[in-house]
């Protein structure tokens, strides 16, 4: 058991004395339902927990559209609830010093052009060792590579048109994340503006069907160096983690569902 003290109320301004106190008594019903074998008294405490977290829900909504009503800036105060809900806050840089050709450095602009020519390099000795061996190294034309390695090629590749619905079942079956790229739109925001945006989402993404043609703006994408044991000074102690926009997410998986091979 963890005692809280009502300090701990103090960062959700939503809250009033009668949802703390509802809490408080939602918990002794718990070890109350922990350890009962009666079916009422079970039901009942699912039924308290779902009239709270009605209450609950209505006390933000209040919060925010009064912050909404006594803002001078609509569009920035929608921004910050937004922040607020998702959990999503501003990344601090904890990366202050790297050894770079063995001098330590603390300049943000050069420990971040050293780990891209880190990272960049591991990518092309990678691909220097798999494709070892084959004629493929000095290739430019993806054309030509393919049907120098295909024993077979496809005359046609015909991808079906999307439609509203079809957008919203890929959102709804992307995973609920705070994360985000440099949009700094997550896909649990995305999630929630929905019913908002699947009408110009699928006329786009129909554009880039029929054209077949893809941004060049969605393979743009986030990479930070995530550290994992050792040295931080030492570029070789870290890995890069991606973070991709979520609306290419979507294209991937249109072109995986709808495409057609003639």
């Not at 701990?8 to 949802?19: F, V």
């Not at 709270?52 to 800036?73: F, G």
């Amino acid at each position: 058991m963890i005692t809280k003290s009502q300090n701990s109320y103090k960062s959700k301004p939503w809250l009033t004395n009668g949802i703390i106190i509802s809490c408080a008594n939602k918990r002794k019903l718990y070890l109350t339902y922990r350890n009962s074998n009666d079916p009422n008294y079970n039901e009942y405490y699912k039924k308290y927990c779902q009239i709270l977290s009605t209450v609950i829900m209505a006390a933000k909504i209040l919060h925010y559209d009064k912050l909404l009503l006594q803002s001078n800036s609509e569009p920035k105060t929608i921004w910050n609830i937004v922040k607020t809900i998702t959990n999503n806050k501003n990344i601090i840089n904890t990366i202050s010093i790297m050894n770079i050709n063995d001098k330590l450095s603390s300049n943000p602009l050069t420990i971040a052009n050293a780990f891209n020519s880190y990272f960049s390099s591991l990518a092309e000795n990678l691909l220097i060792k798999n494709v070892s061996g084959k004629n493929i190294i000095n290739n430019n034309d993806p054309i030509t590579h393919l049907r120098q390695n295909l024993s077979q090629l496809s005359s046609s590749l015909k991808l079906n048109y999307t439609k509203m619905h079809g957008i919203g079942k890929i959102i709804n079956s992307l995973k609920c994340k705070g994360s985000y790229s440099y949009d700094e739109i997550s896909s649990k925001i995305l999630k929630i503006g929905a019913p908002y945006v699947l009408s110009p989402l699928t006329h786009i993404f129909n554009k880039i069907l029929s054209t077949g043609i893809f941004p060049e703006r969605l393979t743009f994408s986030e990479v930070r160096p995530l550290f994992k044991k050792g040295d931080i000074t030492e570029f070789s102690n870290y890995r890069p983690m991606s973070l991709l926009n979520s609306y290419s997410e979507i294209i991937e998986k249109l072109f995986i569902k709808d495409f057609i091979v003639t």
